[in-house]
């Protein structure tokens, strides 16, 4: 790839908050650097002189000019970036405006930061290290990226507020799981007095990782909990993480469940110190694995039944077996066939069909043996 140094797009004029994504106690820090790059630099260009390594069909991807390690992380860049972006789409469910986007690899900021949820102009740390964690930045482009679509959607995420900090924190851990050390939010509202509720109220900014820890580890409870997919989650906000657990549920009250089950592994007053901002899914004592008889019925000479039993975590593993628990003759007595139905949440409907195949009654039971989660 070539590299010049001229813009591939027309300048963008920097207006509003940055939105920015900092370590705990950085955020300061990138603000006091943000402060004295709008004493020095243009309105119009970005915030550094800055060479453009390559272009995608959705990215320009630029490193600050003189930054040793710029072309190599900004190659790692470009060879992943239309993966995530392609991501992102199927999980938004459409294209947002304002492309082709800027990624701007700006050494020793620690995090990333764009001025205004919709700004397309992504300024992402690079690592100075002899051999450089590509993933570090591909993380902060993702995470900076989603912001750009959360204000596209319409659907009521703000990047500048919890909810829409924290789903683009946990999209980007999606992709990158590896990265979020040092950006783990979990335990600063595990840890804090009363555990305050971010859930039925948003905070109004996107620097507080007390409330940036709310919002990831209940983004993640309703993704690894209660089962329900990104696409659904994306499409189901509103002005609260309430109103998406609300709008997916079709119940209230989504704080009292979350810290509920929280509480029972992670007693408040109780220092955490999780590695990352997903523990779920929380399961219990549950030893696996279990079994047991779920019905008995007796079928009638060749007559057929259907049955149906709901409410099964759809992450543990079940066999069905019907079996006769009366002597038959030289023949199968029973057959059976199971069919899935997805419910509400994380929860599985199993449809049992059993069949007689003989010409007299038989005795059965459905059993289930329960092998993992």
Not at 224 to 236: C, G, H, K, M
Not at 309 to 327: H, I, K, M, Q, S
């Amino acid at each position: 790839m070539v590299s010049e140094t001229a813009p591939a797009t027309a300048p963008r004029m920097r207006s509003g908050t940055a939105s920015i994504l900092a370590k705990p106690g950085m955020e300061q820090e990138i603000e006091a650097q943000l402060a004295a790059t709008a004493g020095t630099a243009p309105a119009v260009g970005f915030d550094v002189p800055a060479t453009l390594q390559g272009s995608t069909a959705h990215f320009h991807v630029y490193y600050q000019t003189g930054f040793a390690n710029g072309p190599i992380i900004a190659n790692g860049v470009l060879a992943s970036c239309e993966n995530e972006y392609n991501y992102l789409v199927s999980t938004f469910g459409f294209t947002p405006p304002g492309l082709p986007m800027n990624i701007i690899i700006k050494p020793g900021i620690g995090g990333a930061y764009h001025y205004g949820c919709s700004a397309t102009d992504l300024y992402c740390d690079g690592d100075t290290s002899a051999s450089p964690n590509i993933d570090h930045t591909r993380f902060l482009v993702v995470a900076e990226e989603v912001e750009v679509f959360e204000a596209a959607s319409g659907k009521g995420w703000n990047c500048g507020a919890s909810p829409g900090e924290g789903l683009s924190r946990v999209l980007a851990t999606e992709l990158y799981p590896a990265q979020l050390n040092g950006f783990v939010s979990s335990n600063s509202w595990l840890n804090a007095p009363g555990r305050p509720d971010f859930v039925t109220t948003s905070d109004p900014t996107d620097r507080n990782y007390v409330s940036i820890g709310c919002s990831t580890l209940f983004l993640n409870y309703l993704r690894y909990q209660l089962d329900f997919t990104w696409p659904e989650i994306v499409n189901a906000t509103g002005a609260t993480l309430e109103a998406t657990y609300h709008n997916l549920t079709g119940v209230a009250g989504g704080i009292m469940p979350f810290k509920a089950l929280l509480h029972q592994f992670f007693p408040e007053g109780t220092p955490t110190n999780l590695t990352n901002d997903n523990p779920f899914p929380l399961l219990g004592a549950i030893r696996f694995p279990f079994c047991g008889v779920q019905f008995r019925t007796t079928l009638p000479a060749h007559a057929s039944q259907l049955w149906f039993t709901y409410n099964w975590p759809v992450l543990w593993d079940v066999v069905w077996t019907v079996v006769p628990t009366n002597v038959g003759g030289p023949q199968g007595q029973v057959s059976s066939s199971v069919s899935i139905q997805k419910g509400q949440g994380g929860n599985l409907t199993y449809w049992i069909t059993i069949n007689n195949l003989t010409g007299t009654p038989v005795d059965c039971e459905a059993r289930y043996t329960v092998l993992c989660a």
